[in-house]
């Protein structure tokens, strides 16, 4: 049975890995693209919290978890950490609805790869995964039911993430993580013309622009856990990501095409003209990425259960680069408040595979920071996941099955409202690579 779980973890993850978009969402066409999940299955199980620290599981929503307390068990004796190893790709289904219709759209994404290796006092952390997707398919419909612009975008930016994490204390750790940002984002409108009897003519007109963009970014935290009673747990975290910027080299062409008159597909390129975007200043560019706080609390009982809360701010209205901007759009500052926890029923059982099981649930509502015609874009979620013991039950691996269920944007102004069921699955695997000799 480990074994099924194992192929069909990986299957599902490297079809993620593969597809060619992220995202099928229109509120993609803003800004940088639809902000990924920064967490694990884990958290996301829980409705995105951060907030629970223990040894056993990657925490990439806080860099001080990094670093931990030694881990009791046949395999550590009190002396070490396990190295963790995490892997995670993710399927989406969307029913998209406005006040002119109704569609439906699906993707299928990876979402992390990270590794976390612990060295006395510190912890060290690496790896890869997105930041923004963008995966859009448009279609402006004039009153005779006509296409008259479709928009189509793809692409996103990825981050390489390393990190460290301190012990001060056996209560109190500290961390930083250094992102580097990367990846490419392409847009293109193409404007359909009809002639007086209503028929597509021969040649129609294609605006593509790419942006290319990097950039460096860090991420601090502080993560505090202690016992109140014998039995429970308070914990308590706080990040910050100072504000940033990422440098973007732009490009647009116009370009005269011959479409389909079926599917109205590019099936040829007559010419294309390169704008030049160095007199406007629109070559190069620099896009602010604004500051993020979070902060949290939570109590539980060591492996048993937890229950915590987590509030975000970013200054999303610090958002800017002029080769983004539109009429109709505009930003205000983000929140967004999280929570949820945890259950296992025994999870050091010798009978019962189902009492080891971690149950998970979880809630979150934000306010995304995007407006549209005056327009606020919220997002509400509910989550559900199990954590599946696998492996050496001393070693607190994992296979992670999460499902969330949530509702983003309005009908409003003849906006899209999406209403999303999210999959997702995830590896959470445990070693230990360096180990005293307890005889010579």
Same mark, same amino acid.
């Given at each position: ?192 013309? %009809?002639? $007086? *009897? ?7 007109? &294609?605006? #593509?622009?790419?942006?290319?963009? @990097? +950039? ?23 990040? %910050?990501? $100072? *504000? ?7 490009? &647009?062409? #116009?370009?005269?095409?011959?479409? @389909? +008159? ?179």
């Amino acid at each position: 049975m480990i074994k099924q779980l194992i192929v069909i973890c990986i299957t599902i993850i490297s079809s993620g890995a593969f597809a060619q978009q992220g995202t099928a969402s229109p509120y993609s066409f803003y800004g940088l693209g639809s902000l990924k999940f920064k967490g694990t299955v884990e958290n996301r199980s829980m409705g995105g919290i951060g907030v629970y620290l223990d040894s056993i599981h990657v925490n990439l929503r806080n860099p001080a978890a990094y670093a931990g307390k030694p881990l009791n068990s046949r395999f550590f004796y009190g002396e070490s950490r396990p190295v963790k190893f995490a892997v995670a790709g993710a399927s989406t289904s969307v029913n998209l609805k406005s006040n002119s219709g109704e569609a439906t759209g699906s993707s299928a994404t990876f979402d992390y790869l990270a590794l976390s290796v612990p060295v006395g006092k510190f912890g060290f952390g690496f790896g890869l995964m997105p930041f923004t997707s963008v995966g859009y398919k448009l279609d402006d419909i004039n009153s005779d039911d006509d296409i008259i612009n479709r928009y189509r975008g793809e692409g996103g930016v990825n981050k390489v993430f390393a990190g460290l994490g301190y012990q001060i204390s056996d209560q109190l750790s500290f961390g930083v993580d250094f992102n580097y940002n990367f990846g490419n984002i392409q847009n293109t409108a193409l404007a359909i013309e %009809y002639n $007086p *009897e209503g028929e597509i003519v021969q040649y129609q007109t &294609r605006e #593509f622009n790419r942006s290319d963009l @990097s +950039g460096l970014n860090f991420n601090l935290g502080l993560a505090f856990k202690t016992n109140i009673t014998d039995k429970l747990e308070l914990s308590a975290t706080a990040s %910050y990501s $100072p *504000e940033s910027t990422l440098s973007s080299e732009n490009e &647009r062409t #116009f370009s005269t095409v011959s479409v @389909s +008159g079926i599917d109205l597909e590019v099936i040829s390129i007559s010419s294309t003209i390169e704008v030049d975007l160095e007199s406007q200043n629109l070559k190069n560019t620099e896009l602010t990425i604004p500051s993020r706080l979070t902060f949290g609390a939570g109590l539980g009982e060591s492996r048993s259960w937890f229950f915590g809360m987590e509030y975000t701010l970013q200054n999303t209205a610090d958002f800017s680069n002029p080769i983004f901007n539109n009429e109709i759009t505009a930003f205000e500052n983000s929140s967004s408040i999280a929570v949820g926890g945890f259950f296992i029923p025994n999870y050091n059982a010798f009978s019962g595979y189902f009492k080891r099981v971690v149950y998970r649930a979880g809630f979150n509502y934000a306010n995304t920071g995007l407006v549209i015609k005056d327009e606020s874009i919220k997002e509400f979620g509910i989550s559900f996941g199990l954590g599946l013991p696998v492996g050496d039950k001393d070693l607190f691996s994992n296979a992670n099955l999460g499902l969330e269920f949530g509702k983003r944007g309005t009908t409003n102004q003849n906006l899209v409202q999406e209403n999303f069921i999210n999959f997702n699955v995830s590896l959470s695997l445990n070693s230990r690579w360096f180990q005293k000799r307890k005889y010579n």
